[in-house]
């Protein structure tokens, strides 16, 4: 398969998850804004898992569906992708969740200076380490689940966008209230970049790639099949 069909399924997939991820806290936004109850929390945890699985189900058999730099980067430290493969794959996920900033702010005007655009921020009180901490142990649990259900080849075929999504809705709703639980430096740049809303912006990079590295190591180490072994 030509390499540019990858790129630009991880472009659309990113843009997808980040417009509805992020959207969906845009939209909580107006709604409370007009007067309604919002989505809330729970609300907005399950369009960003369901979001997850749509986009697993649809561009997998293209690019493995990474759509998140986190698990790009866990990839080639755990040398199942090669370096120039996966800084494309990671410069089409930053373009793919920038697009998607940018058409959220073109969209939802009134959600850049507020909510700015879904981004995430650390809840009031809660330290830079606990924010760091937060999304270290929710990427992980994600891209665990990941090597778990749509890497190993001895897992049953089929179920892993719903595995995966599952981890994703539970993580947001756990992580919301303390780091924002996006799991994805993708997930938070791009909101960020149209916002201008870059404080503690580290966090959700730092976080999620160092969860990822540690979630390969650890299935590579305790779980997964070893080469030449039937």
């Known amino acids: 398969m030509n390499a540019y069909k990858k790129y630009m399924a991880e472009f659309v997939g990113t843009f997808a998850l980040v417009f509805i991820a992020a959207g969906s806290v845009c939209a909580d936004f107006y709604l409370r804004q007009a007067g309604g109850q919002g989505l809330g929390l729970l609300g907005i945890s399950i369009a960003f898992g369901i979001v997850v699985i749509a986009v697993i189900y649809a561009t997998s058999y293209v690019s493995g569906s990474h759509v998140n730099p986190a698990v790009t980067i866990s990839f080639w430290i755990t040398k199942r992708m090669e370096p120039n493969t996966a800084i494309m ?42 924010g760091v901490l937060m999304e270290f142990i929710i990427t992980f649990l994600l891209i665990f689940t990941i090597y778990g259900t749509l890497v190993d080849k001895r897992a049953s075929p089929g179920f892993a966008g719903v595995a995966i999504g599952l981890v994703v809705l539970f993580g947001a709703m756990i992580g919301g209230t303390i780091s924002g639980g996006a799991m994805n430096p993708a997930r938070v740049f791009g909101p960020a970049l149209a916002s201008g809303q870059f404080t503690h912006h580290y966090v959700w990079w730092l976080g999620p790639i160092l969860g990822g590295i540690a979630a390969g190591f650890v299935y590579d180490k305790l779980f997964a099949e070893k080469r030449g072994k039937p």
């Open 89 to 130: 794959y990671i410069i089409s996920q930053i373009a793919g969740a920038s697009l998607a900033g940018l058409a959220l702010k073109t969209l939802f005007p009134d959600a850049a200076k507020t909510v700015y655009l879904g981004t995430c921020m650390l809840a009031p009180g809660v330290s830079i380490a606990r």
